[in-house]
């Protein structure tokens, strides 16, 4: 059963690369203060007032991050209130991250936690938390330079982040870095890390102890989490600055499912309408063509176990186009698909299963680097 689970125990923190990492889609069509409504937001009137702001905005599109931070900068300076100054300071932490600057990204970020008012912007803060749990991921598993452990050093290195921190359980840190951002407000994605969290000792527990009652309390946990999950995902529909958050999240609902379908505490038909419906709405909400790619990879891994060569033809369709559409070129699953033969064990062997199952995929990992042996 163990096996399973191999790849779904890792990706948890990849989908939060390409919610958080890899776009510019934030929480901000809450009212925010009383000049600000949810069809008038901060960030409407950022767009139609700021110069500055707008101007980084079209250098992030470009993807000349130091030339945005340099526009977001001297956009705070023509910040009129504190609502606004929020939020420049998160894109500008955005900014930093993308251009490969995690620390600077997490001060910015901390400082929006600290500076938004307390009452009329719990998104962004839950989303400036939210934000900085997914650099430790982005860093650690796509591949860096830059050490995820540098990361987790900064974020928790002053209150109230210290005390979530737990040298001996670094995933347990991070859960309880998401349970603080789901104190503001229970967003999609922290609630469904946190969910994952759970799930994945649910796995642990069903293997070892499986009469434990941990199970059924955790269990409970896991779906009231799901069900905030839902209820924020109903919420960003109508949003276009939120709703390109939405295929991730159903992406992240289906890892949580499929964990807890392979101890039989949900349905595996269950998991399979959730990573449906995440790549429906890459589709659905115009998201940049070949930014499905990790989900592909996800969905088809879960086909592979237990079903193999008996859902063959959908694993190939799931993988086909990572290897024939060039627009998958450049995106995070060809960076992940790089990494990962030097990166967790289970996750490679998961990707070695695919492997076996498609040639074609095969041929697209020894391009990307893979060498034969690692297929033995």
Request: net charge positive.
């Amino acid at each position: 059963m163990e096996k399973k689970i191999s790849l779904l125990l890792i990706v948890g923190g990849l989908a939060l690369i390409v919610i958080l990492g890899g776009g510019w889609y934030y929480y901000t069509n809450m009212t925010v203060a009383q000049e600000y409504t949810s069809t008038n937001t901060v960030y409407s009137v950022l767009r139609a007032t700021n110069s500055h702001f707008v101007k980084a905005q079209s250098l992030v599109r470009s993807r000349d991050y130091a030339g945005a931070i340099t526009e977001y900068q001297a956009a705070l300076t023509s910040a009129v209130d504190p609502v606004q100054t929020s939020q420049i300071k998160f894109n500008l932490a955005a900014a930093y991250a993308e251009n490969g600057d995690p620390s600077a990204a997490i001060r910015f970020y901390k400082q929006v936690v600290i500076e938004s008012p307390d009452i009329s912007m719990p998104l962004r803060r839950a989303s400036a938390v939210t934000a900085m749990g997914s650099l430790y991921y982005s860093y650690n598993t796509v591949g860096s330079s830059t050490s995820s452990f540098s990361v987790t050093n900064e974020i928790f290195k002053d209150e109230p982040y210290a005390s979530f921190f737990d040298m001996n359980n670094i995933n347990l840190s991070y859960r309880k870095l998401f349970d603080y951002a789901s104190s503001f407000y229970p967003l999609a994605i922290p609630e469904l890390y946190s969910a994952n969290w759970y799930a994945n000792r649910i796995t642990a527990l069903h293997k070892s102890v499986p009469t434990s009652p941990e199970i059924t309390d955790d269990l409970a946990i896991i779906q009231e989490k799901l069900k905030n999950a839902d209820a924020d995902i109903t919420r960003m529909r109508p949003y276009p600055d939120e709703n390109p958050l939405i295929p991730g999240a159903l992406m992240y609902k289906a890892f949580v499912t499929g964990k807890l379908s392979f101890v039989g505490l949900a349905s595996t038909t269950a998991a399979e309408l959730a990573y449906k419906a995440s790549l429906a709405a890459y589709e659905t909400y115009q998201l940049p063509a070949g930014s499905d790619g990790l989900v592909r990879c996800y969905y088809a891994s879960f086909l592979a176990y237990p079903y193999g060569d008996k859902r063959l033809a959908e694993i190939k369709t799931l993988l086909k186009p990572l290897y024939t559409d060039p627009l998958y070129d450049q995106s995070t699953v060809a960076r992940f698909l790089k990494n990962v033969k030097s990166r967790a064990t289970l996750v490679k062997k998961d990707i070695q299963k695919l492997a076996s199952l498609d040639a074609g995929f095969k041929a697209y990992l020894l391009s990307l680097g893979w060498k034969q042996t690692d297929f033995k």
